[in-house]
């Protein structure tokens, strides 16, 4: 039978018919915009072979050889911070906590559009977990080094070095945090999908049931190298215990909570001051807020409220307003706090509880003596360098050799980052990550808590636009300049840019040319075969041609540099020369590709890009009207419209004749003049098939 008394139905009953016009007095703030903006965050942080297959574009397929070391599929799952990891105990932490604030604010999340994108989301962490389970005595819950994956900054698409099963939780090295966590995670699953999908709801019942008695079966903490060390096991296996409870109605799960109470010291009259918050390694004020409405032990209620209470009245607290608990994440907390606290209110009616989480959420949103916004992408003054590599988009080391201090790629929209310290002071550096970093579960109690303001202050709000996220066509370009230039010749630097961010990806076969009048030769008798080419410097490996003719005519010649059988990514440098040491006759000023070049870096147009022999940038001396990229209606996206219009154009025919759905015509993963050229040789009979 459940142990749930009838004054608390009754309770709950009353609180739900009269508290929920509580307070649009004194709105601030577009709560329903920053509520959906902060579920994009997983969306962004989303790892698998199926990344960028949901809302964030510029995401794309990553890691999809995890577990390969130990002969299973550990694909999956989310990265933890700013990093690529896939850390146990915030991953199993963050999916219970928006599971509960799923299920507890399930209404709000239907109402305002939410519903489908924090299922996706819950359930991708769930699938995750039961692959991470092959059998009873075996939870994987950590994929990658923290110290090696540390070391890289870039994409997630682009990271290349091995990925280990580095931690599994088994009887002789158990985890009993992290199988409460995912236990609950599941059995929450179970809950908020069993009127979707009862089968696999009931999937993750059962592994939510088998976890949880492992992780009870076999005790001990969890690793995380020096990153996540947990400090007691006890309370992740209490909310376990609740939420199977609250899931199969088997008693026997309360009477495990009363008894890990007593090993945490809580049994009988022994008290407990609650003062920590829901994080990662601490779901006790979780389990407290429950218990309160759930058993009918009024000692549960008393130390929820003297927790509340210590969060309202009773915590250091900055002179802007926020409740400071930690210098590591310190917005994290206030925000989990107010999801607890609007948790209890929407039980109790409580209006402290409602009044906290109004002030510290309206704090973080911008109302703080710096004016901003500490959820990125929400309102006109947020963080613009977020700690987060998928977002910069920059990869430093070969081979672009970006700097992660450049402005970033992305709008990292909805995530929470660190904030401000005790003095209300913020520093918007990409590198001091104590206040820039964004988390998992940093963003996990913030999800909840903005869902119930949205519920309580945002009845007739809806999200803003979020553009961006949709990513970018390819843009390729060049920037040089003259490092030296002489009666003998010339030597350039050269940056190529492939910027490829929808999603990121490396390039082969790019290649530029470097354009030359020798009229001064060609009067003075001279051979071209005289001159020398030369690669200076190339981190990619760069490969320079001979001087080549281009229009004999008229003495144009050029050089191509080539990057054999080399990945590229976003910038490419070079410095490369032509020189004639028999003669001193060079003149750069009448040269194409010099034109507009100084000692400065310049991007240049006449020093064009080429993939695979198609120009994809710039202009060469012929002139003349070119396809270039394929943008042809002048949408900023290449797509079938555009290959529909190049067809009508060159057959003057009917443009849906021909299935141009996908206009991937060479299947490269990307659409771009290549695709085009050969669509057009195809069509004007030059060529017999399309390079399927």
């Not at 997983?42 to 990344?51: K, S, T």
């Not at 990553?62 to 999956?76: F, P, S």
């Not at 001087?547 to 540099?561: A, C, G, L, R, T």
């Not at 759905?661 to 050969?678: H, P, Q, S, W």
Request: proline share 5%; with cysteine; charged share 20%.
């Amino acid at each position: 039978m459940k142990r749930i008394s009838v004054l608390v139905l009754l309770a709950v009953f009353m609180v739900s018919i009269v508290l929920q016009s509580a307070a649009a007095a004194g709105t601030n703030f577009n709560y329903v915009d920053a509520f959906a903006k902060s579920i994009l965050f997983y969306e962004a942080n989303w790892c698998g072979p199926d990344a960028g297959n949901n809302r964030i574009k510029w995401r794309g397929p990553c890691h999809i050889e995890d577990g390969k070391d130990v002969g299973i599929d550990l694909t999956g799952g989310f990265h933890d911070c700013g990093d690529h990891v896939k850390f146990g105990l915030p991953q199993c932490a963050s999916a219970s906590t928006l599971g509960w604030a799923y299920y507890e604010f399930k209404d709000t999340f239907i109402a305002k559009g939410q519903d489908e994108y924090m299922l996706n989301i819950l359930k991708h962490f769930c699938d995750y977990f039961m692959k991470c389970f092959p059998n009873k005595t075996t939870f994987y819950y950590q994929v990658g080094d923290g110290d090696v994956d540390h070391q890289y900054w870039g994409p997630p698409e682009l990271q290349t070095n091995n990925r280990p099963a580095y931690y599994a939780a088994t009887p002789s090295n158990p985890g009993s945090d992290v199988a409460g966590d995912a236990a609950a995670a599941l059995a929450l699953m179970y809950l908020n999908y069993k009127d979707r999908d009862s089968v696999y709801a009931d999937k993750c019942l059962t592994y939510a049931k088998d976890l949880y008695n492992f992780g009870m079966t076999y005790r001990g903490n969890s690793k995380g190298q020096s990153y996540y060390l947990p400090r007691d096991y006890l309370d992740e296996l209490m909310w376990g215990s609740i939420w199977l409870y609250v899931a199969t109605n088997d008693k026997t799960y309360m009477d495990n909570v009363d008894k890990l109470m007593v090993e945490k010291n809580i049994g009988g009259d022994n008290m407990f001051n609650d003062h920590w918050t829901q994080c990662w390694d601490y779901v006790l004020t979780g389990v407290f807020v429950k218990l309160a409405t759930l058993s009918s032990n009024p000692k549960y209620k008393t130390i929820a409220e003297e927790h509340l209470n210590y969060w309202q009245n009773g915590i250091k607290t900055t002179p802007g307003g926020l409740k400071y608990l930690d210098s590591w994440g310190v917005c994290k907390y206030p925000a989990a706090e107010s999801m607890v606290q609007l948790v209890y209110y929407k039980y109790t009616g409580d209006k402290k509880c409602l009044d906290f989480a109004k002030g510290q959420i309206d704090y973080i949103l911008g109302d703080n003596p710096n004016h901003m916004s500490y959820e990125v992408g929400f309102g006109d003054n947020y963080p613009k360098y977020p700690h987060h590599r998928a977002a910069s988009g920059m990869l430093e080391g070969p081979p672009a050799d970006e700097k992660k201090e450049t402005p970033e790629r992305h709008i990292l929209y909805g995530a929470l980052v660190g904030g401000a310290d005790i003095n209300d002071q913020y520093h918007d550096n990409v590198n001091e990550y104590v206040y820039s970093e964004t988390g998992l579960d940093y963003n996990a109690g913030f999800v909840g808590a903005l869902a119930g303001m949205s519920r309580y202050f945002g009845e007739n709000q809806l999200p803003e636009a979020t553009p961006g996220i949709e990513g970018q066509p390819t843009e390729y370009y060049t920037e040089a300049k003259i490092y030296k230039a002489n009666n003998q010749g010339i030597t350039v630097d050269l940056n190529m840019y492939n910027i490829v961010t929808a999603p990121p990806r490396y390039e082969t076969g790019l290649s530029f040319k470097y354009f030359m009048d020798l009229s001064e030769y060609a009067s003075a008798g001279i051979n071209p075969s005289k001159f020398t080419t030369k690669v200076y410097y190339s981190p990619a490996g760069a490969q320079i041609s001979a001087i080549q003719p281009w229009d004999k005519d008229k003495n144009i010649y050029y050089v191509e540099v080539t990057f054999p059988n080399q990945q590229l990514y976003a910038r490419t440098y070079v410095q490369f020369a032509v020189n004639n040491y028999e003669s001193t006759l060079w003149n750069s000023s009448n040269d194409f590709s010099t034109a507009g070049l100084t000692d400065a870096y310049k991007k240049t147009e006449n020093i064009p890009v080429y993939k695979s022999g198609v120009k994809l940038y710039g202009k060469d001396p012929s002139g003349g009207e070119e396809i270039l990229y394929g943008d042809l209606n002048d949408d900023k996206q290449v797509d079938a419209i555009d290959f529909a219009l190049l067809k009508k154009y060159l057959l003057n025919t009917d443009p849906t004749g021909i299935n141009l759905r996908n206009a991937d015509v060479n299947k490269d993963g990307e659409i771009n003049a290549i695709d085009f050229a050969n669509l057009r040789l195809y069509l004007l009979g030059k060529i017999d098939k399309l390079p399927i």
